[in-house]
C-alpha cells in the first residue's frame, strides 16, 4: 500500500460527459502529479502541483483540469470525453521537490463508450 | 523534448535465468529511475540513480547509470516468478530538482516457472 488513494477505480461514462477523478496523497506529501496511461501512448505525464500550486504541465488536453486543494488532495477534471480518453489515470505523491521517489496510487480506470 | 527507449519491449526467460532491460535517453540524463508495475495496478519504485557509473542493487535487481552514453541498464539475477510485470524507466527532462518524471514505454517481463 502506497499510502495514496484514488477514487473511483473505475468509472464507465458517455461520449461528451465530463467527471472528476480525486487523489488523496500521503499524508504529509506536498507534491501531486498525474499520469494517463494508455495503450498506445504509455505513461504520459499530465501535470503536477506542489502545495496548492501548479508547478510542471505535461501534456494535458485543454479539455482536461486539475488543482490540488488547501488539505492537499488534488482532482482531476475530465470534461468533453472522447472514445480515446478511454486510459488508466494514475496520481502519484511525494514528500518534497527533489524527493525523487514518487508514490503511486492504484490508479482510475476510465471507458469512455 | 527528451524521450526514453526501452529494450527489450518484452522478455521471457525461464525462472532462474538473468535478464537485462536497457534504457536510453535521447537527451542528457540528470536522474533516472526504475519502477516495476504489475498488470494494471500503480507503479512500485525501484531505485533512483544520479550520478554517472553510479550503481545500486536492491535484493537481486541492480541497476547502473552510463551518463555517456545516456543509458542505464536494470539486471535481475536468478529470476522468479515475483519478478514478473513491466519494467519503466524515468527521468526528470529538466533537471529541476525531479519534478517532473517521464517515463519510457516500459519492458514486459515474463518469467515461466
Known amino acids: 500500500d502506497s499510502g495514496v488513494t484514488q477514487t473511483p477505480k473505475h468509472l464507465i461514462t458517455a461520449t461528451g460527459q465530463r467527471v472528476t477523478l480525486r487523489c488523496s496523497p500521503r499524508?504529509?506529501?506536498?507534491?501531486v502529479y498525474w499520469y494517463q496511461q494508455s495503450l498506445d501512448q504509455g505513461l504520459q505525464f499530465l501535470i503536477q502541483?506542489?502545495?496548492?500550486?501548479?508547478?510542471a504541465k505535461g501534456n494535458i488536453l485543454e479539455r482536461f483540469s486539475a488543482q490540488q486543494f488547501p488539505d492537499l488532495h488534488s482532482e482531476l477534471n475530465l470534461s468533453s470525453l472522447e472514445l480515446g480518453d478511454s486510459a488508466l489515470y494514475f496520481c502519484?505523491?511525494?514528500?518534497?521537490?527533489?524527493?525523487?521517489?514518487?508514490?503511486f496510487g492504484e490508479g482510475s480506470r476510465l471507458t469512455v463508450l | 523534448s527528451q524521450e526514453l527507449e526501452q529494450s527489450p519491449q518484452s522478455l521471457i526467460v525461464q525462472e532462474g535465468k538473468n535478464l537485462t532491460i536497457n534504457c536510453t535517453s535521447s537527451?542528457?540524463?540528470?536522474?533516472l529511475y526504475w519502477y516495476k508495475q504489475k498488470y494494471g495496478e500503480g507503479l512500485i519504485f525501484l531505485m533512483m540513480?544520479?550520478?554517472?557509473?553510479e550503481e545500486k542493487s536492491h535484493e537481486k535487481i541492480t541497476a547502473k547509470l552510463d551518463e555517456k552514453k545516456q543509458q542505464s541498464s536494470l539486471h535481475i539475477t536468478a529470476s522468479q516468478p515475483s519478478h514478473a510485470g513491466i519494467y519503466l524507466c524515468?527521468?526528470?527532462?529538466?533537471?529541476?530538482?525531479?519534478?517532473?518524471?517521464?517515463f519510457g514505454p516500459g519492458t514486459s517481463l515474463s518469467v515461466i516457472p
Open positions: 502519484a505523491s511525494s514528500g518534497e521537490l527533489g524527493a525523487g521517489e514518487l508514490f
Open positions: 537527451k542528457t540524463l540528470y536522474g
Open positions: 540513480l544520479q550520478k554517472g557509473g
Open positions: 524515468g527521468a526528470d527532462p529538466l533537471k529541476t530538482s525531479y519534478d517532473k518524471v517521464i
Open positions: 499524508s504529509g506529501d506536498l507534491s
Open positions: 502541483y506542489y502545495n496548492g500550486e501548479e508547478r
